[in-house]
Structures are given as C-alpha cells and as structure tokens.
C-alpha cells in the first residue's frame, strides 16, 4: 500500500491505475478522518470487493470542526490507520497535512441547504459546509467510481447524496451499515476518550433508539410519544447530556408529527468528555 501525501501523487496513482487497467480503472473510496476502528474496515472491505482499486483518505478536516479544542483533542494514530487500512487491502491512501487541501487562498465553499440544517447542523453550524467541501475535493482528487460512507452519520450521507446529485458528480455513494459494540454502541473514534463509567453510560443512546424503535414496533405513530420514550431512557443515565432526540422523515430529515412512512429516530448526547450520535431507520416491511 502507498502513503501519499499530495494531490499530485494521487493523480499520478490514477493515471497509472487507468493506464494499466486500459480504460478508466474503477476506484472505491473511503474517506475517513482516522482512528480507524472496525466499522471503517468495514467500508474497506466491502469496497475491495466491489472495485478494481481501493483508495482511502485520513484527514482530520478543520473545516468540520466548531471548536479548536475539539479539533485538538479529537485522536490520532497515523501508523496504526495505515497497518489497518494495507491488512484490509487498501491500495493507497492519503494523508495530507491541512494546508495540502486548503492552501493559502482558499475561498470556495459547498452549502448544500434545507438537508444540512436539522439535526447535527442546528447544533454544529458550518459543520456540513466543511464535510461538503473536503468530500467534493476528495472525489476531484480521487475520481472514484463508488465512494463509501458509514450509516451512523446519517445526515452526512444524505448531505453527501445530494451533493452529488445537484452537482452531478459521477460518483455512486454507498452507505454501509452501523457497526456496534457487542453492548449495542456505534463504533466511532471518539470512543477511545471514554473513560469506563462513561463507556458504560454511553450504551444509552442505542438504548433509547430501542426503546423507541420497540414502541414503533408494537403500533405506536405518534412521534412526540416515541420522542419522550427515547427521552425516559436518557433520563435514568446521569452521565448523559442530551442535545436532541429526533423522530424526523428519514428522506427529509424534516420532524415528523406522525410516522407514515420510513422514519428517522436520530439521538445525540454528551456523555463524560464526549459527544455522541446514533440512529436507527424505522419502516414498514414490505408486502408480498
């Protein structure tokens, strides 16, 4: 596996898979801001399988940051990334330093509207300018065939899907399922700043998805009553400062009065020195 760290590498990379496959080589691509954990070899994998070539990026992008201090503790490991990243059969990767993507001069930003601005946008303003920017770059750079993103971060795959298709970028966006925890919690690199109380309580926001995902099961529509389910379950946990519990249409994002359709039952929460999101889709199966 190659390290690059330039634009320019990766661009001779493309020229030379194209030359060798005779065409347009097909690269899969996952993005990442590091720290890998199961669920990005996950998106690896399922790239290997489907692509000629496999490409990934590890950057931590300031641009999708609200704090600096959450940019500066947010956990790194580059060495250990590219050891995950070659076992799982990535060809290259890139891991550039910030001024590599944003160079001095730098003015042009994506707002991709309505779909950026519920959810994780009420509560982290300019965070999806900065996560479409550094994705259409990417895909620039890369000009991959099929890009690959994790369902755990919801809004930013339908962000990212409708940035594609307003811009009409050639690319196929495949979302990949949450990978958990054998206790049910999303993985995600920010897991490594729990401490063990904190890893314990953190299981409250798949357990409150349950909760109302039970509720949803057993006839209940009403989505203020899912709403105060996931809320009774937040409640029990002290350890959780909750920011939102959503039950929102899952094409939309929009709150829902009633589920009529696939929904969204979305939660986000600080928990000890972290703040952590989680979702579960809700939606009716289909008949014969």
């Not at 060495?79 to 990243?85: I, N, T, V």
């Not at 811009?167 to 490594?192: F, H, I, K, Y």
């Not at 926001?205 to 009403?222: N, S």
């Not at 928990?271 to 952590?276: A, F, I, S």
Request: charged fraction near 25%; glycine fraction near 8%.
């Amino acid at each position: 596996m190659r390290i690059a760290t330039t634009i320019a590498e990766i661009r001779a990379w493309r020229a030379e898979a194209d030359r060798a496959a005779g065409g347009r080589a097909a690269v899969g691509l996952v993005p990442t801001m590091g720290y890998l954990h199961a669920g990005h070899v996950s998106l690896v994998a399922r790239a290997r399988a489907e692509n000629a070539r496999v490409a990934a990026s590890v950057f931590v992008n300031p641009a999708q940051f609200n704090s600096a201090e959450d940019l500066a503790r947010y956990p790194r490991d580059p060495e250990r990334d590219a050891a995950l990243l070659r076992d799982a059969g990535c060809d290259i990767v890139l891991m550039p330093d910030p001024a590599e993507v944003y160079p001095p001069g730098f003015q042009t930003w994506v707002d991709v509207g309505p779909i950026a601005a519920p959810l994780e946008g009420a509560h982290r303003p300019g965070h999806f300018r900065g996560v479409a920017t550094v994705v259409l770059k990417l895909f620039g750079i890369f000009e991959p065939a099929r890009a690959y993103f994790g369902q755990k971060d919801y809004q930013q795959l339908a962000v990212i899907r409708t940035l594609v298709r307003d811009l009409d970028v050639p690319v196929d966006v495949v979302g990949c399922p949450t990978v958990r925890e054998a206790d049910g919690l999303a993985m995600s690199s920010r897991n490594a700043r729990l401490g063990p109380d904190d890893r314990r309580a953190a299981t409250v926001l798949h357990r409150a998805l349950r909760a109302a995902e039970a509720a949803w099961a057993g006839g209940e529509r009403d989505a203020g009553a899912l709403r105060a389910r996931m809320a009774a379950v937040f409640a029990q946990e002290p350890r959780a400062a909750v920011e939102y519990v959503s039950v929102a249409d899952a094409a939309t994002l929009e709150e829902l009065e009633a589920v009529r359709g696939p929904a969204l039952l979305s939660v986000a929460a600080v928990v000890g020195p972290v703040r952590l999101i989680d979702n579960i889709v809700v939606r009716e199966p289909l008949r014969a």
